[in-house]
């Protein structure tokens, strides 16, 4: 470094000489040489900067590549718990769908039967103006009917998925006027007992059964039910029920089950009024 500074030096005096400098030259000599030693000085920190700077990148570098190798672990270690969490997910997406389905099915279930009880209030309330001017007149009605399900043709009923009132429209006896051909109910007129009896027909099958019950308020009685996988079967049964005024008494067609009637009048309902109480 010093050699360098000479060197400035005397390339300055030899400068001078020749061009015959002014008598203030001197000065400007000495102001030049300072203003290389500043230069020299510069160069100087210039270089230890450098150096300090250089150090500064490497430990950068390393606490960098500390820190990736970190992140690589953790990344690791997320991809996992996803991978858990995603297949934990799907189980849950499969027991809600199970859930939902068997939720619809209850929906269903329950939106038929809400209907009929709904059919069998609106049926009730429409007789009730009959059964309160029974009991204010306190007649002992004569009650009797019996019907049957078609009037004319033939037809097959069902199957159904659910329980489906039977509607009997072809009525030969309705005394005291207690069976409605239009919703299939006897309503009690008076408290007593009454006898009733069903019988039903159907199309033989190795799928499908001949299938009623005798229904008391909402309540499953009796049953007819028969089964054979071909020409026609045929069943029957019958009860007798204490009834209150207003009870409801119905025929309902069991699901999964086909009724048949024709001109001949193989499925029919009939009760009558035993004695009062």
């Known amino acids: 470094m010093e050699t360098l500074m000479l060197f400035h030096a005397l390339l300055l005096l030899c400068g001078l000489s020749t061009a015959q ?8 000599i000495i102001s ?3 203003q290389n030693g500043s230069q020299v000085g510069d160069t100087e920190n210039l270089t230890n900067n450098q150096q300090t ?14 820190s990736l190798a970190g992140l690589k672990v953790d990344l690791e270690y997320v991809k996992k718990d996803n991978e858990a969490k995603t297949k934990e997910l799907d189980l849950i997406k499969q027991q809600y769908q199970e859930q939902v389905t068997k939720v619809r099915r209850l929906e269903e279930q329950y939106q038929v039967q809400e209907e009929e009880l709904i059919t069998i209030k609106a049926m009730a309330k429409i007789t009730e103006n009959h059964v309160y001017a029974l009991k204010r007149e306190g007649e002992v009605k004569r009650v009797a009917f019996s ?18 009132i039977l509607v009997f429209r072809n009525v030969v006896t309705n005394i005291g006027n207690a069976y409605n051909r239009n919703s299939g109910f006897f309503v009690a007129p008076v408290r007593g007992a009454y006898h009733f009896e069903f019988y039903i027909c159907g199309p033989g099958s190795p799928s499908h059964f001949v299938s009623a019950v005798l229904v008391r308020n909402g309540q499953h009685i009796f ?3 028969e089964t054979q996988p071909s020409h026609l079967a045929a069943a029957g049964n019958a009860a007798t029920l204490l009834l209150e005024v207003g009870d409801v008494v119905f025929i309902r067609q069991f699901e999964n089950s086909r009724i048949f009637d024709s001109q001949n009048r193989h499925t029919t309902f009939s009760g009558h009024l035993l004695f009062t109480m």
Not at 21 to 28: F, M, T
Not at 53 to 66: G, P, V, W
Not at 147 to 164: D, E, K, Q, R, V
């Open 21 to 28: 400098l002014e008598p203030d030259s001197n000065s400007k």
């Open 32 to 34: 030049h040489l300072r």
């Open 53 to 66: 700077c250089k150090q500064d990148i490497n430990t950068l570098l390393r606490e960098m590549s500390a």
């Open 147 to 164: 019907a049957s399900l078609l009037g004319s043709g033939s037809n097959t009923f069902g199957p159904f998925n659910t329980f489906t």
């Open 223 to 225: 049953i007819a039910t």
